[in-house]
């Protein structure tokens, strides 16, 4: 009975410091700036980094430049049937939570734990957007064209295609009917996040963000 207690014991205390060296390192690490030089482009492309508290996604122009995102997420996959929206947002996750959690009172502990371990594969998440609104969660800032091809690129990356280069969308999902999930590239863990995979995106194209950050909150204070 003792040696059982001990071992209870070494397994909550292994568990308390392991969660404090998580947290504690994510919040230092998430305050540590990186493209320090970063200035928005006045005459750029404009973009946006959104966050609904927990998961924060990118918002691209539906057509701009040479890029025009419904010829890559065509209408037909989409129950709304329509591709016209002057805004994209794109988030990335674990396959099995974006498409049983579409609210959080569908959370289940299970496939919750599944996610953070690395169980599963991952999902794009795209959303036609007609509106974003403004508030503490939304930050807009224009960055050149290189830049916003950079991010292009990290989104296109992302996917996952079909033998003749084409997305893979996940049938029978979607929250609100603007929205679709296709199949992506990658493996959601603790380390490598929904907002990671932001973080990631914003650090290739040159933009100011953290040195990693597993929350959304440090990705839009970098880029105010």
Known sequence: MRKLLRVLLWLTASIVVLTGGYFGTAFGLAHVPINRDFQPDADGVEVAVVSNGIHASLVLPGRVLDIDW???FPAEHFPIGRSDAPMVMFGWGSREFYLNTPTWDDFDLMTGVEAIIGVGGSALHVTYVWGLGEGDRVVRFRVSEEAYRQLVAHILDTMAVDADGNPMPIPGYSYLGTDAFFEAEGRYTLFATCNEWVRRGLAGAG????????????LLDHLR
């Open 70 to 72: 419904s010829e890559t």
């Open 207 to 218: 933009i100011r963000t953290s040195l990693w950050s597993p929350f959304p909150a440090p």
